[in-house]
Every structure is written in structure tokens, then in C-alpha cells.
């Protein structure tokens, strides 16, 4: 019980580091498995799990896999499918050939393990693939492609090894090679099969509310476990693909509520990609590490050095995909706990039945794993900033409304370089908006429309500005999700409410600007004649000037540190900008402030207008 533990809260621990240091996890989940396992004998999985182990991977794998594919969108690819579809089938074949090669003249393994080594080694895997993307922020075409590529090809290189593992043990068995080519396409078409019979009866379920929506994760977990261990009890190895099409099935089909199920399966999902990495990690063996000596440096240059860059130049030839995103697609390529697994698996069945060299193929696989997650995690960051083929920093603003305040707002942090979306059901508004040169969505941003159409490229905050507090508090729950509860701002509507003096309808985000101001209050005085104007705080012009000369007429907005990083003001956070710092506010004009003084000369200069 207290290895468990402490397993769930290193693996904690290095989820919060990765995100700390900007860095895949992986890297510090591998290096946690090796020192607690190999390194210090700490931690021993076969005899912590014992007959268990594998099935626990085998399930956690599923699921993994079950979660990746519900985020597969056909949208997504549209004007790619050749590219996915070669990356996904015939590309496979040059990862294979050359990885096969690899192992055996570089490494001396017989042809039987040296072609199942190059089978493991096709798939790239999406417990690695989807957070490097976090770190990396690569133009949507290279992510779409390489998230495709890494779960659709990860149950195809468990049934290449499955059939190559056939094929050495019929071989030695004196077995026909059609036999072995039979049994290969009988898994496949068990898998397909099973995986969309799975998929239909859970839609059907979800489509037709069978289920009552608390129940949604549990059935679809059964479901998940069900289709995996079915289809491989019927053909041994399909269980993969059965979850991958279930998952596809059910991410590409309309009418099928499965936001909720998502949520949950992130969630799950990255708590099994931690426990695992850190388990599989720590059965590597130093002593067949040390028996494989420095070849496998040469097995691993040539699949990352050759395989891929082959890889990508054919599935990528005749397409319009400039030259810049070809490279990041041949640097981007890192092995994941599908590989582990496998090869683990593998290896064991092949040690029972006498294979030489078997007991290589686990450490082998790990050099691996460990060599393309370090050298791609550390450099594929910069690499696309070199080639320009990464996103910029998320720090756009979602602006809900386009309302006349909400286009004063956009524009305004426009004429600071932020990026801005205004969203709006009033076709009115975003007409106005769109005028006034802003870009803007026509739609509801809590629809179905708005998950598939409303790109959120570049955008980090959002700002919900309209007069209708439930909207605001609604679009606060949807879009936390998204970026996050401290980037979430609802700015309230009417006046104060409440004996506390919080915000109606921001429970879910943050106050925006205050909790003594609203959107009737803004609208109004923006309407008499207020402005947004930025002004520069100095030693000789600090925050107490500000708020002495302009008292209650004014109010702030955002403020923007020395680095240009800008911060919303809000009831939860207490910003006190210093010298150097800008704030931007929203000012009445000299006609509406009683009892308050002019700005002066060298102020006005410093608070250039925003419209």
C-alpha cells in the first residue's frame, strides 16, 4: 500500500516539475522508474503486481489509446487524408524495414527478433506525442498529423508484432506462412468489428439517454474494458484496435455527448500514463543493458536519423506541406508505453519458449524510448521556433460579446498586439465588429458549432462582456476547461448583490475589474463619452498618483509588467503595479468627473487613446 503511494505521488511530483520546467513529462517519469527501480532496488513491479502487471497494462493501454481516438476528428485532416492515411499504412513499412535492419546488423539480433523489434518500433504513441505538443505549440497541420499518426499507428505495430511473433513461433513449429497471414487479417477484421459494434451500442445508449448523465463514465469505462477483453479472448492482440475504431467511432459521430466522457478520460488517462511509465521503467534490467553495450547507440541513431526522416519524405511527397513543417514531421518521433508494453510482453513469451537474445529486446526498446523522448522533449522546442512553425504563446483574449464596450475592450488590446475573438449570437454586433476590422464568431459559444468552428489558436484568457449573467457564468464553467480557472473573467452585470458583495455571475471565473463596477455601468459612462487610455507609471507618477487624480472616474482594466506581459485587474487579484508597469483604464471625460482634476499635459501624452 505505501509503494503504491508513493508511486501515485512521485509520479505527481514529476507531472508538476514537467509543467514547471515546460517539459514532457515522460522524461522525468522514465528517469523516476529507473532510480526507484534499477538504480536503488526500491521498487520491483513483478513483485509488487505480480500475475497482475500485465493485464493492468494491457487495460491501462486501452483506455489510453480508447481516449486519444475519441479527440480524432475526420474535420481535422480534411485536405490531408492521403498524408494520414500513408503515415498510418504504408509509411509504416519504412520504420519497419529500416529498424529491422538496424537490430540485425547493428546489434547482431537473429532475423525473427530483428523483425519483431522493427514491428515495435513503427509506433510513436500518444502518451508522448500529445503533452510534447503542449510544450512544442507546432501550426495545427503538424499536430493534427502527428496525434493521428501516434494513436492510429499504435494497435497497428502491436499486430505487426503479433504477427511476426506467429510467424517465428509456427516457423519453429514447422508451420506454413499462410497460416500466419490468415490469423493476421482474422485479428484485424475481429478488431474492426468488434470496435464498432462496441461504438454503435454506446452511442446508441448515449444518443437515447439509456443512461443517466452520472452514469455516462462508468458505462463507458465497462464498455471500453468489455470491447478490449472480448475482442481479444476471440483473436489474440486485436483488443487495441477494437478500442481505437470504438473511439474514433464514437469522436466522429454526431449527436453523441461526449464531453463529459472526455473529461474524465483525461483525467484518467494521465494518471495511468504516470503510474506506468514509472512501473515499466523500473523493470529494466542494467545487466542485459550492459550485455547489448554501446550498438545500441547505433540502433537508436539510425531509427531517428534514417527510419523517420524516410518516413515522413514519402508519406509527405507530391503534398503541398512546405519544407519547414516537413522537418519538425522527421524530428518528431518519440516511442511510448505501447513500445514498453509490447516489447515486454513479447519478450516474456519468447523467454518461455526458448528464443535467443529474447531477454534483449525489453532494454533495447528502452534505449529507445529514453533516446527519442530526451533528444526530442529538449530540442523540438526550439526547432520549430527555428523554422517558424510553432504557435505563438497563448495570451489572446476570447472576448464574449461584441457589444459596443466589448469592442472598445478589443480594440483597445488589439492596439497593444493582442490577439482578440469577439463572439456574439447578434448578427448586429458582430456585423459592427467586423466593420471596425475585429475578428468575431457568429454563434453561441456553449454549441456544438462552436467546439468544431471557433478556433481558440493563440488565445489563453477569456472575457465574458455581455448583458446576460447566465451566459457569463455558463460560458466561465464551459471555457475553464479550456484555459484554465485563473483565465477565466466574467465581468457582472448589474450592481452589487449578495451580503458579500461578489459577483452573480462569475462564481465559476474571476470578477472582472471589480466587483463595484458592471456592464450597465461601463456601457453607460463609455456611452457619455468615457475613453481607454494607457498610462505609463513612473517614480515620479506612481498608482497612488493615478488613483488621486482621477478617484472614482476611473476605472482599471488590464496592466502590462515591464516584459509586455499583460495581467487582468479583478476582484480575486490584487494587482499593484509599480514603475515601468502600464495601466490601461477606463476614463470619464472632463465633462462627467465632479470634484475631480484634469489630467495634465504629460499625462495625456502618456494615454494615447484607444479608438
Known amino acids: 500500500m505505501l509503494t503504491i503511494a508513493a508511486i501515485t505521488m512521485l509520479g505527481g511530483a514529476c507531472q508538476w516539475l514537467a509543467w514547471r520546467l515546460r517539459l514532457p513529462a515522460i522524461l522525468f517519469l522514465l528517469i523516476t522508474g529507473i532510480v526507484a527501480g534499477p538504480g536503488v532496488g526500491w521498487l520491483n513491479p513483478d513483485a509488487l503486481m505480480g500475475d497482475l502487471l500485465f493485464p493492468f497494462v494491457s487495460l491501462s493501454v486501452a483506455i489510453i489509446l480508447f481516449e486519444g481516438a475519441l479527440t480524432l476528428k475526420f474535420s481535422e485532416i480534411r485536405g490531408m487524408q492521403h498524408v494520414v492515411r500513408r503515415f498510418a499504412t504504408s509509411g509504416v513499412l519504412v520504420t519497419w524495414t529500416v529498424a529491422a535492419l538496424a537490430a540485425r546488423l547493428i546489434a547482431g539480433f537473429d532475423w525473427g527478433l530483428a523483425i519483431l523489434f522493427g514491428a515495435i518500433m513503427v509506433v510513436t504513441g500518444p502518451t ?12 495545427a497541420r503538424i499536430a493534427n498529423i502527428l496525434r493521428w499518426e501516434g494513436i492510429v499507428v499504435d494497435p497497428i505495430g502491436a499486430l505487426l508484432a503479433v504477427l511476426v511473433f506467429e510467424f517465428v513461433v509456427s516457423t519453429e513449429a514447422g508451420g506454413a506462412l499462410s497460416a500466419t497471414i490468415l490469423l493476421f487479417l482474422g485479428t484485424i477484421a475481429i478488431g474492426t468489428i468488434t470496435g464498432l459494434a462496441g461504438g454503435y451500442l454506446m452511442g446508441e445508449a448515449l444518443r437515447r439517454d439509456w443512461l443517466p448523465n452520472y452514469l455516462f463514465n462508468v458505462a463507458t469505462l465497462g464498455a471500453v474494458f468489455c470491447c478490449f477483453a472480448f475482442s481479444n479472448a476471440v483473436a489474440e492482440e486485436s483488443g487495441l484496435l477494437a478500442v481505437t475504431v470504438m473511439g474514433i467511432y464514437l469522436g466522429n459521430r454526431k449527436g453523441v455527448p461526449i464531453e463529459e466522457i472526455l473529461a474524465f478520460k483525461e483525467s484518467l488517462s494521465l494518471l495511468l500514463i504516470t503510474v506506468l511509465f514509472i512501473l515499466l521503467a523500473a523493470r529494466l ?7 547489448l553495450g554501446w550498438v545500441v ?13 524516410l518516413k515522413v519524405m514519402y508519406c509527405t511527397w507530391g503534398s503541398n506541406i512546405p519544407w519547414q513543417e516537413r522537418t519538425l514531421l522527421a524530428w518528431i518521433a518519440p516511442r511510448g508505453i505501447v513500445a514498453a508494453a509490447v516489447s515486454a510482453l513479447f519478450a516474456l513469451k519468447l523467454e518461455q519458449r526458448g528464443v535467443d537474445q529474447a531477454a534483449l529486446l525489453v532494454p533495447l526498446t528502452f534505449v529507445v524510448i529514453i533516446g527519442t523522448v530526451v533528444l ?32 472598445k475592450l478589443a480594440q483597445a488590446l488589439e492596439q497593444q498586439k493582442i490577439r482578440v475573438l469577439l463572439c456574439d449570437t447578434l448578427w448586429d454586433n458582430v ?15 456553449l454549441s456544438e458549432h462552436a467546439e468544431v468552428y471557433l478556433d481558440t489558436t493563440g488565445l489563453g484568457r477569456m472575457l465574458a462582456v455581455t448583458a446576460d449573467a447566465h451566459l457569463n457564468a455558463l460560458a466561465c464553467n464551459r471555457y475553464k476547461g479550456v484555459f484554465g480557472a485563473k483565465d477565466v473573467f466574467a465581468l457582472r452585470v448589474g450592481g452589487t448583490t449578495g451580503t458579500n458583495g461578489r459577483s452573480d455571475t462569475a462564481r465559476e471565473g474571476r470578477t472582472a475589474f471589480s466587483d463595484k463596477v458592471g456592464y450597465i455601468d461601463l456601457s453607460r459612462r463609455l456611452y457619455r463619452g468615457a475613453e481607454i487610455r494607457r498610462t505609463t507609471l513612473s517614480e515620479a507618477f506612481t498608482m497612488e498618483h493615478f488613483r488621486n487624480m482621477h478617484g472614482d472616474h476611473a476605472t482599471l482594466l488590464f496592466a502590462i509588467d515591464p516584459k ?14 509599480g514603475p515601468g508597469w502600464a495601466v490601461m483604464a477606463l476614463i470619464d471625460s472632463a465633462s462627467e468627473k465632479t470634484g475631480g482634476t484634469a489630467a495634465t499635459d504629460a499625462e495625456k501624452a502618456s494615454e494615447p487613446a484607444a479608438s
Do not use: C, H, W
Not at 128 to 139: D, E, G, S, W, Y
Not at 285 to 291: S, T
Not at 431 to 444: E, T, V
Not at 564 to 577: I, Q, W, Y
Open 564 to 577: 509586455g506581459r499583460l495581467e487582468v485587474f479583478s476582484a480575486e487579484n490584487a494587482l499593484e503595479p
Open 128 to 139: 508522448v506525442i500529445v503533452p510534447m505538443l503542449r510544450t512544442v505549440r507546432p501550426t
Open 297 to 309: 547507440v547505433g540502433v537508436f541513431l539510425a531509427i531517428q536519423f534514417i527510419a523517420r526522416p
Open 431 to 445: 456585423s459592427r465588429a467586423r466593420m471596425a476590422g475585429l475578428k468575431a464568431y457568429y454563434g453561441n459559444p
Open 376 to 407: 526530442q522533449s529538449l530540442t523540438a522546442g526550439k526547432l520549430a521556433a527555428m523554422l517558424k512553425v510553432a504557435e505563438p504563446e497563448p495570451a489572446g483574449f476570447l472576448i464574449l460579446g461584441a457589444n459596443p464596450l466589448a469592442r
Open 285 to 291: 534490467d542494467f545487466a542485459q543493458l550492459e550485455a
